[in-house]
């Protein structure tokens, strides 16, 4: 909700021709924001923990670098804000540079696990519905042989869709942090 509210701010700075006290709110609710997730770094690194006993090698492997990754990003991520707010001394640019490298590995390893998951979705409706034959090269070929997959895959894993679909949106934040 605090996320809500602060990306709101954003966008109404972007709109008032005096957008100082919008950006003082917003800035103290992204400070409120990393003071509320302090402890996560520690949370992540256990649940990294937790996940190297999955049976799929796979998901374990992506899993457990993404949470170790995603550790590391809160870790250097929580350094920076520490010196942003004078409680210490870092090299700023060296910790926010690895922080973001951080989070970048952990997207990607995420973009992997939900790319494998969708393979073995795949897999799965291959295995259980009578596949057609390759469809006519026209729209219409197309949309009529593939929209029971995209219609199977959607109603019934949308968690996987939506989780990959978030990943995507994701990896242009650190991208675009990194330059």
Not at 18 to 24: I, L, V
Not at 128 to 135: E, G, L, S
């Amino acid at each position: 909700m605090v996320r809500s509210i602060q990306y709101a701010c954003k966008l109404l700075a972007a709109a008032q021709s005096n957008p100082q006290p919008t950006k003082n709110l917003e800035s103290t609710l992204r400070s409120a924001r990393k003071l509320l997730r302090l402890g996560t770094a520690i949370d992540a690194l256990y649940s990294s923990a937790l996940s190297i006993r999955h049976p799929d090698l796979v998901i374990r492997l992506t899993v457990t670098l993404s949470r170790i990754a995603s550790a590391m990003f809160l870790f250097g991520d929580h350094l920076v804000w520490l010196h942003s707010a004078a409680l210490i001394d870092v090299n700023l640019a060296k910790w926010s540079q690895f922080s973001n490298k951080c989070w970048l590995y952990s997207i990607i390893l995420n973009l992997s696990r939900n790319i494998y998951e969708l393979q073995r979705i795949l897999g799965c409706y291959q295995l259980t519905t009578q596949v057609k034959k390759m469809p006519q090269i026209s729209l219409q070929g197309v949309v009529e042989a593939y929209y029971p997959i995209a219609y199977y895959v959607v109603k019934e894993h949308k968690n996987a869709i939506l989780d990959l679909v978030k990943n995507m949106t994701d990896v242009v934040l650190p991208l675009s942090a990194l330059g």
